[in-house]
């Protein structure tokens, strides 16, 4: 008979994400120093984090200089793509792994002129589990939820938008086809993450992308203004 008394745990979760919170907290530095906004974007395969982008580059690449990490299991389409709008871009291959972590982060900085940056979007892999777990040096996560995926999606995945500063409800030029309440996904959302803004917008037509880029902008001028403190 076995004595559970001398059984030894080991919480291998717990020792991981401890570790990746200390890289984490070292990339923040790094970006503190460089006076680097960066963002973590993430959402579910499919929400329209690359279309998202490409607008978000258009309506700011006159004001920051923008770079973009593109993190996927393979392929490099993104990062064609976003160059194309107007941004520095590396591309991570993730080698299977269904998230970045703070050193994947970490290294893909170390790839690019940070001395000639102003703001950095890591387009995350596409997975709403995952990514919520891990910090990776982020001075704000937003999230993507595209209509077509449904209003239910907090009920689903609750850490994702709780540990989320901004919700992108995007694709809201497909609602008239879907069964998509937008007050009772703010009533699920308000459950999880009561201060988190919700902003619908639709990538395609630009709708919304005004409140988008006002708060990012807002974001990354508070950024600026506390770190000369």
Same mark, same amino acid.
Not at 94 to 101: N, P, R, W
Not at 105 to 133: H, Q, R, W, Y
Not at 151 to 163: G, I, N
Not at 205 to 212: A, E, I, L, V
């Given at each position: 008979?076995?004595?559970? %008394?001398? $059984? ?9 994400? *401890?570790?990746?919170?200390?890289? *984490? ?12 906004? +960066?963002?973590? +974007? ?17 309506? !700011? ?7 973009? $990490?593109?993190? =996927?299991?393979? %392929?490099?389409?993104?990062? &064609?793509?976003?160059? *194309? *709008?107007?941004?520095? /871009? ?6 299977? %792994? ?23 979007? +890591? ?8 990514? /919520? ?25 609750? !850490? ?6 901004? !919700? ?12 998509? =309440? ?9 459950? +999880? ?8 917008? &639709?990538?395609? %037509? ?19 203004? =506390?770190?000369?403190?």
């Amino acid at each position: 008979m076995v004595n559970n %008394s001398d $059984i030894t745990v080991i919480e291998v979760k717990e020792n991981i994400l *401890a570790d990746n919170d200390k890289e *984490a907290e070292k990339v923040r530095a790094m970006l503190k120093e460089h006076g680097i906004f +960066l963002v973590n +974007l993430m959402s579910s395969p499919g929400a329209g984090k690359t279309t998202t982008l490409v607008r978000t580059i258009g309506a !700011l690449k006159e004001k920051y200089r923008i770079g973009v $990490i593109e993190a =996927d299991v393979d %392929s490099d389409v993104d990062a &064609s793509t976003v160059t *194309a *709008a107007g941004a520095e /871009a590396i591309q991570i291959h993730t080698g299977g %792994s269904c998230h970045m972590d703070a050193e994947m982060t970490a290294k893909g900085l170390e790839s690019m002129n940070t001395d000639a940056l102003d703001l950095i979007f +890591l387009e995350n892999v596409g997975n709403l589990v995952c990514p /919520a777990e891990f910090d990776v040096g982020q001075n704000a996560r937003v999230m993507i939820l595209s209509v077509p995926e449904g209003d239910d999606k907090p009920l689903k995945y609750p !850490l994702m938008f709780k540990v989320s500063d901004l !919700l992108l409800v995007n694709k809201t030029d497909t609602a008239p086809v879907f069964d998509f =309440d937008m007050d009772r996904l703010r009533a699920n959302v308000a459950a +999880l993450n009561p201060d988190m803004p919700v902003i619908p917008v &639709s990538a395609k %037509s630009g709708d919304g992308f005004g409140d988008w880029i006002r708060w990012l902008d807002e974001a990354v001028t508070k950024y600026r203004a =506390d770190r000369t403190e």
